[in-house]
């Protein structure tokens, strides 16, 4: 305990004295402008009545508008950044000392800095190797189009990359760019709702009411498709659980738990079973991150509390409105409609009262260091059972009748919405690809042409062409190989477990390292665009920016 305490003071030190200099206010005004306007960025049409503009159109194009607007504020930011270096201001307003590191320069770079480094480097070889050289650079860029790519091309890549290493070594934590990634993301939830009951305050689903293509139905608030949706709340949502947790005023807390609720309620109006995935997953994981840490565990609670209510809350929304939802899935249903919340809330408020009265003097849980393990080994087992599971029964038993089950626990052609088909026809892919493309893949972006043999075994179920994967990975490893999928791997896994080692001294590490987590288990059924992907590795570089200020503390106090 006295350790704790006296880290703890540590690092408030380290932070108190972390005033902030030229160069991190650009990053700083950066990470407000993507957590602030990015999430609501849409096609604005210019018109000759008042208000001068329209959101019609807001829709259209949508994943481009984002990709430009990203593509933009990056290259001001780095070109703010190099003006800073060029004129010598960079570091005008810090008054910390500069730490000289003995050091060569590559010691100075961690797992993380030559993963991400490694990623660039694999995909600019796939690129280069590539037979779609122009597509595999660009992405697919034609504002409107959506037939060949995913705006996923070198160029996004490097982007990211540089991002990276902009903010890994420009950062400096303040809460503020948090709380404005709150409120703007609780605005998308938000509008989720009200478009889930067929309230259009922005106009912009009334052009397709009466299409017969799926924006109407499947098309919410300022994201678009429902599982773009679900890659946005598992990037947005663990940030606002976690935050209640981490932050020390109430009005603050009181955001973060509001903006918990609207999430969740977003989360089941979205209808996307990935989103579950990874928010089930992060929500397990943080209980035994925090279990052990009452004054966390108390923040953690009240917003799965709030997570909680706010199903509850659209539960008489939907009374309210004669239940006039978009259609929800199975899973979905059973979430807004079972009465198995009844049961959960006044647990989840009864054990947070209890944690509250625990630690109201600033007491420990008596909770022993094998609990949060007992969780994360279950937790894994879990996963463990259902793969083998999912194995046995598509490799091994292929005639046992398993009813409903089968969707989950048979791997077909129809599986999971009939990304089967895709899944199975990549293996097939890969294993027919010569061995440079084996291991540099087909260029990024460039599943389109990758999958084209099999467009026709599609086709039986209503669509004619694909671009993606419907699994991240999958996408990966046919687009940038072996090589471009392992750093990219190599590139999570070293964010992450340099997080957990920073948590006790750097806890926002673990802050940032939630929406990793989640967007890393939602990725296994969903695909990569430039929505969520440069939140992604925002979150990503924000992690690994605190290991590095932990790194620094460690040397002047080992």
């Known amino acids: 305990m006295k350790n704790q305490v006296r880290s703890d003071k540590r690092t408030k030190k380290a932070i108190d004295d972390d005033r902030l200099?030229?160069?991190?206010?650009?990053?700083?005004?950066?990470?407000?402008?993507?957590?602030?306007?990015?999430?609501?960025?849409?096609?604005?049409?210019?018109?000759?009545?008042?208000?001068?503009?329209?959101?019609?159109?807001?829709?259209v194009a949508i994943r481009h508008i984002k990709y430009y607007f990203f593509i933009t504020v990056i290259a001001l930011a780095l070109f703010a950044e190099l003006a800073l270096l060029v004129t010598g201001t960079f570091s005008y307003g810090g008054a910390q000392k500069k730490v000289k590191l003995k050091k060569p320069f590559l010691k100075t770079l961690s797992f993380t800095d030559f993963a991400?480094?490694?990623?660039?480097?694999?995909?600019?070889?796939?690129?280069?190797?590539?037979?779609?050289?122009?597509?595999?650079?660009?992405?697919?860029?034609?504002?409107?189009?959506?037939?060949?790519?995913?705006?996923?091309?070198?160029?996004?890549?490097?982007?990211?990359?540089?991002?990276?290493?902009?903010?890994?070594?420009?950062?400096?934590?303040?809460?503020?760019?948090?709380?404005?990634?709150?409120?703007?993301?609780?605005?998308?939830?938000?509008?989720?709702?009200?478009?889930?009951?067929?309230?259009?305050?922005?106009?912009?689903?009334?052009p397709f009411r009466y299409s017969t293509q799926k924006v109407f139905t499947e098309f919410f608030s300022t994201i678009g498709n429902k599982n773009m949706l679900s890659s946005f709340i598992c990037v947005t949502l663990p940030v606002s659980v976690c935050m209640a947790a981490q932050t020390e005023k109430a009005w603050r807390r009181a955001i973060y738990v509001v903006s918990s609720a609207l999430g969740s309620m977003a989360l089941i109006v979205g209808d996307s079973d990935s989103g579950m995935l990874g928010m089930?997953?992060?929500?397990?994981?943080?209980?035994?991150?925090?279990?052990?840490?009452?004054?966390?565990?108390?923040?953690?609670?009240?917003?799965?509390?709030?997570?909680?209510?706010?199903?509850?809350?659209?539960?008489g929304f939907s009374a309210l409105m004669g239940d006039n939802i978009k259609e929800l899935g199975q899973f979905s249903h059973a979430l807004l409609y079972s009465n198995a919340v009844f049961f959960i809330l006044p647990c989840l408020a009864a054990v947070t009262a209890a944690v509250y009265i625990v630690n109201r003097n600033g007491r420990e849980l008596?909770?022993?260091?094998?609990?949060?393990?007992?969780?994360?080994?279950?937790?894994?087992?879990?996963?463990?059972?259902?793969?083998?599971?999912?194995?046995?029964?598509?490799?091994?038993?292929?005639?046992?009748?398993?009813?409903?089950?089968?969707?989950?626990?048979?791997?077909?052609?129809?599986?999971?919405?009939?990304?089967?088909?895709?899944?199975?026809?990549?293996?097939?892919?890969?294993?027919?690809?010569?061995?440079?493309?084996?291991?540099?893949?087909?260029?990024?972006?460039?599943?389109?042409?990758?999958?084209?043999?099999?467009?026709?075994?599609?086709e039986q179920f209503g669509n004619s062409s694909t671009d993606a994967a419907h699994n991240e990975y999958l996408n990966y490893l046919i687009t940038i190989g072996i090589s471009g999928l392992g750093a990219y791997l190599a590139l999570l896994g070293g964010a992450l477990s340099r997080a957990v080692k920073a948590r006790r001294e750097r806890p926002m590490a673990m802050v940032f390292a939630a929406p990793v987590i989640a967007y890393a288990v939602q990725a296994v059924v969903n695909i990569a665009v430039p929505i969520s992907l440069p939140l992604l590795f925002i979150f990503i570089s924000l992690s690994e920016a605190e290991a590095k200020e932990y790194d620094k503390i460690r040397e002047i106090d080992p």
């Open 21 to 59: 200099t030229l160069g991190n206010i650009v990053v700083l005004v950066f990470l407000a402008v993507m957590f602030g306007l990015f999430p609501l960025a849409v096609n604005v049409t210019a018109i000759s009545d008042f208000p001068f503009f329209s959101l019609a159109d807001g829709f």
């Open 366 to 458: 008596d909770v022993p260091k094998a609990v949060p393990v007992a969780i994360l080994a279950l937790l894994g087992a879990s996963v463990l059972a259902l793969l083998g599971a999912v194995l046995y029964f598509t490799l091994i038993d292929t005639k046992t009748d398993l009813g409903s089950m089968e969707k989950l626990l048979r791997l077909n052609d129809a599986w999971g919405t009939h990304r089967g088909v895709m899944w199975l026809r990549s293996f097939r892919i890969f294993g027919d690809a010569p061995f440079y493309r084996k291991l540099f893949g087909t260029g990024p972006d460039t599943f389109y042409f990758a999958f084209m043999p099999y467009f026709g075994e599609l």
């Open 280 to 315: 089930a997953v992060f929500i397990i994981v943080f209980l035994a991150v925090y279990i052990r840490r009452p004054k966390m565990l108390k923040g953690y609670l009240l917003a799965l509390c709030a997570m909680s209510a706010g199903i509850l809350l659209l539960r």
């Open 116 to 206: 991400a480094a490694a990623f660039l480097l694999s995909c600019a070889i796939s690129t280069l190797l590539s037979e779609y050289k122009e597509l595999a650079f660009f992405g697919e860029t034609t504002l409107g189009s959506s037939s060949t790519g995913r705006n996923n091309g070198l160029l996004l890549i490097m982007a990211l990359v540089t991002m990276y290493f902009l903010l890994t070594r420009c950062f400096r934590c303040r809460e503020t760019v948090l709380l404005v990634l709150a409120v703007s993301s609780s605005l998308v939830y938000l509008l989720t709702v009200l478009n889930g009951f067929y309230i259009d305050p922005l106009g912009m689903l009334e």
